[in-house]
């Protein structure tokens, strides 16, 4: 097992994507997305291998299966990735100095990006198309969970790539053992940056042990505010999408920050959460208006644990508070900066909210089930950034980029 070695043909391989021609490119991420919708059984049974060793109840279950419909709609993503422009060779700066040096600063691709991530197959198509579309090698670490799919889905990739005569090194599947990860987080000069997507462990895992840079993609602990002025109507469609439309996805709703005035409302606020057995841990001020409406064995009282706590399941905190301030604070200290909300008809608290709140993406009035590469119109994802530097939120096409100055001269030379 000489990783290396594959390290080393990784980045021979960006050194030639650039030269690839757009229409090629798009050709190519068409030809696969074709190709997953032909081989739907192949990629149903190797991912069925997979889901036979995980239990059902599993917080990642729902996230390791594939579906018809969800190849398809991967599928989909893939066309779309394909359809967008290609930021590559974008001028994002242009200047001319006054001695007559002519100074342009342009989009040029990462090179090679390394991705460790858990048991979610979508992930393995998700990172080639939009890594190919910028010109980025790839170099994929996904978990053993998963193995099954993976090595399925990277080698439909590879059938297509050589169909079309291009390497297969574009696209590295490492193997499950742990040396392998040790070899990638080691991988200086090879890997240009790693990409974590999973649980808060493996991305602190990644971020205390990498030489190589990262990015993090953070877990997703997400809070909505139901400020005094909330549309109950509103904010009961919105509650229930945000918690139960995917639960183990990283955008849904962990934590109902509920503002006193709607104490009230709360039995009818969460009734259709009842509905789909949702588990409330809830604060004493709700548990009070709780315990004797919402059914017995899905309410209990919170403990301290309940707050921060990512979920990925049928479970939701509720604290309650007397104004937007300490709303704020909750938030702050809980959040893991990924997506929160606030439901509100008070423009001055919506926009208060919107300031000060330090995530990737704050909504006002909306769920946070739409923090997803492909509904920001950016064909899809390769993460959601919770970190400040290079990339925030949703990372697409041009998050897979850095850029270069291109500086022409007549003979300057500058002087002391």
């Known amino acids: 097992m000489d990783l290396q070695l594959d390290f080393k043909r990784a980045s021979e ?22 190709a997953a919708i032909a081989q739907v059984p192949l990629l149903l049974e190797a991912n069925g291998k997979d ?47 006054p001695n007559g040096l002519s100074l342009s600063k ?38 053993s969970d998963a193995q099954n799919s993976n090595e399925a889905i990277v080698s439909l990739i590879h059938g297509v790539l050589e169909k079309h005569r291009f390497s297969k090194n574009i696209v590295t599947l ?13 991988a200086v000069g090879l890997v240009d940056v790693l990409i974590p997507r999973g649980s808060q462990g493996l991305i602190d895992f990644v971020r205390q042990n990498s030489r190589v840079p990262v990015i993090e993609t953070g877990a997703g602990i997400v809070h909505t505010f139901a400020d005094a002025s909330a549309d109950i109507s509103m904010l009961k469609e919105i509650v229930l999408n945000a918690k139960t439309r995917r639960v183990s996805v990283c955008n849904a709703l962990d934590c109902l920050v509920l503002h006193r005035d709607l104490l009230d409302s709360l ?26 409406v919402y059914p017995a064995n899905l309410v209990f009282k919170a403990e301290e644990e309940h707050f921060g706590t990512e979920f990925l399941s049928l479970k939701m905190a509720i604290k309650t508070v007397d104004n937007l301030q300490q709303a704020l604070e909750h938030i ?49 994802e390769i993460g959601i950034s919770t970190q400040k530097l290079h990339a925030r939120g949703p990372m697409g096409l041009k998050e897979l980029t850095s850029y270069k100055w291109i500086v022409r001269g007549t003979g300057q030379v500058r002087q002391v």
């Open 174 to 186: 490492l193997p499950p053992e742990r040396e392998a990860t040790t070899a990638l987080l080691n």
């Open 13 to 34: 391989a960006a050194s030639t994507l650039s030269l690839i021609e757009e229409g090629k490119i798009n050709e190519i991420i068409n030809d696969l997305a074709d």
């Open 51 to 97: 889901l036979l060793r995980m239990q059902k109840d599993a917080p990642g279950y729902d996230r390791l299966q594939l579906t018809k419909d969800r190849i398809n709609a991967i599928a989909s993503e893939l066309r779309q990735v394909a359809s967008l422009p290609n930021p590559l060779g974008e001028t994002l700066e242009q200047r001319q100095l």
């Open 267 to 292: 039995p009818d606020i969460v009734a259709p959460l009842a509905e789909r057995s949702v588990v409330i841990y809830a604060d004493e001020r709700s548990f009070a208006k709780l315990k004797d």
């Open 332 to 380: 702050a200290r809980y959040s893991s900066k990924h997506s929160e909300a606030i439901v509100s008809t008070d423009p001055t608290n919506i926009e208060t909210f919107l300031r000060r709140v330090d995530a990737a993406v704050v909504y006002a009035n909306s769920s946070t089930a739409f923090t997803d590469g492909a509904q920001f119109g950016l064909g899809a």
């Open 106 to 143: 342009i989009r040029v691709p990462l090179g090679v990006v390394g991705v460790i991530y858990e048991a979610r197959p979508n992930v393995t198509f998700d990172v080639f198309a939009l890594c190919f579309k910028t010109g980025n090698a790839v170099v994929l670490k996904g978990g």
